[in-house]
T-cell receptor
Framework: DSGVTQTPKHLITATGQRVTLRCSPR?????VYWYQQSLDQGLQFLIQ???????AKGNILERFSAQQFPDLHSELNLSSLELGDSALYFC??????????????FGSGTRLTVV | DAKTTQPNSMESNEEEPVHLPCNHS???????IHWYRQLPSQGPEYVIH???SNVNNRMASLAIAEDRKSSTLILHRATLRDAAVYYC?????????FGAGTRLTVKP
């Protein structure tokens, strides 16, 4: 157990639907990062939050949004789902947001299947 | 972000040392070298990181070239559980971007 909790572990939904993925960071970590991993794209950085505020954006689609709540858990919202959104979604946390002398702790991921 | 180059795949025998290379010729002075690994069906796992000096921890050693343009992750005795994709990442001030990594196969 890495200390980063992601729920649900598996999710199957239909095209056009909306889902919410949840992440609880490791205790004491202020920063949360979301990544998408599909077979043909590898691990793609989506977005980062630090202590409730958006800090960095990567290859995140406009149909996707995220937020970090006062208790530091984060949610990734995916809407108007397409078949190509099927992927593993990982959350990571870090005690610091930008300092390169710190590493990330990853959760075990949510596997999203869009049918 | 500065780019890293890793072999697509490597093979190793169980209980032998493994040296995983990474080239990063465009590294900047403030970039840290991070290594992560991803076991099948799991999230990436931190292995080790360093700036200039060689680093050791319970999982592995990191050897950094004097000019910092390359580094090597050393697993001292590979086990079957070390079979994974290993990512070498240059991290500056900001988020972390993953490349394709090296898929390590460990043969019994």
């Amino acid at each position: 157990d890495s200390g980063v909790t992601q729920t649900p572990k598996h999710l199957i939904t239909a095209t056009g639907q909306r889902v919410t993925l949840r992440c609880s960071p490791r205790s004491g970590d202020l920063s949360v990062y979301w990544y998408q991993q599909s077979l043909d794209q590898g691990l793609q950085f989506l977005i980062q939050y630090y202590n409730g505020e958006e800090r960095a954006k990567g290859n995140i689609l406009e149909r996707f949004s995220a937020q970090q709540f006062p208790d530091l858990h984060s949610e990734l919202n995916l809407s108007s789902l397409e078949l190509g959104d099927s992927a593993l979604y990982f959350c990571a946390s870090s005690v610091e947001g930008q300092d390169p002398n710190y590493g990330y702790t990853f959760g075990s991921g949510t596997r999203l299947t869009v049918v | 972000d500065a780019k890293t180059t890793q072999p697509n795949s490597m093979e190793s025998n169980e209980e032998e040392p493994v040296h995983l290379p990474c080239n990063h010729s465009t590294i900047s002075g403030t970039d840290y070298i991070h290594w992560y690994r991803q076991l099948p069906s799991q999230g990436p796992e931190y292995v080790i990181h360093g700036l200039t000096s060689n680093v050791n921890n319970r999982m592995a050693s990191l050897a950094i070239a004097e000019d910092r343009k390359s580094s090597t992750l050393i697993l001292h005795r590979a086990t079957l559980r070390d079979a994974a994709v290993y990512y070498c990442i240059l991290r500056g001030w900001g988020d972390m971007r993953f490349g394709a990594g090296t898929r390590l196969t460990v043969k019994p």
